[in-house]
């Protein structure tokens, strides 16, 4: 129960740190320069680390989705902003998102980590209104839909070749 005052809506700095520590992906956030491009690599290292079960991996996504929503929301009211830089646990889903159920190598997902990236800068519509979402939730959303795109890019760019070197 809060008694009216905003500060008391203000998680303690103790209950904020399971916060951070996920909404920075373990603190690859604080990295003080490209922190997207570090999130999307860790990303592709917890992909590497994944079984291949698309269940699991759907089941991954989800979770993060989730708990990045709420971390999401945490961090924004720690830092003060809306999508702090340091918030990269979109980015860890969106490159999940984008490898999901492609079958893909280590080039493949180079591929698609580069394809994730374009699309998270840009932000195609809808991505770039989605961002707008209150909270961690618009964190997430964005990032989400641009692994769509990063996800049907990679799946036409895995079909071309197939069709030209097959």
């Known amino acids: 129960m809060t008694d009216g005052n905003p500060q008391s809506r203000i998680p303690s700095p103790e209950s904020r ?3 951070l520590l996920l909404s920075t992906a ?9 922190p997207g491009t570090f ?10 680390l994944l079984p291949s079960s698309p269940g699991l ?12 929503s709420w971390s999401g929301s945490v961090a924004g009211r ?3 902003r809306a999508d702090p830089g340091q918030v990269v646990i ?9 490898l999901f159920m492609n079958p893909v190598g280590w080039g493949g997902a180079l591929w698609g980590f580069l394809l994730f990236r374009a699309a998270d800068i840009v932000k195609p519509y809808p991505a770039n209104r989605l961002e707008r979402l209150h909270g961690g939730v618009g964190i997430m959303a964005d990032d989400a839909m641009a692994a769509v795109y990063a996800n049907l890019a990679l799946r036409v760019t895995l079909a071309l070749s197939n069709w030209i070197i097959g």
């Open 17 to 19: 740190i399971p916060a």
């Open 26 to 34: 373990l603190g690859v956030g604080y990295i003080p320069f490209a």
């Open 39 to 48: 999130g999307s690599a860790a990303g592709l290292l917890l992909w590497a």
């Open 57 to 68: 991996q759907a089941l991954t996504i989800v979770a993060l989705f989730v708990g990045g």
């Open 78 to 80: 720690h830092f003060g």
């Open 90 to 98: 979109d980015e860890v889903m969106g490159m999940l998102m984008t």
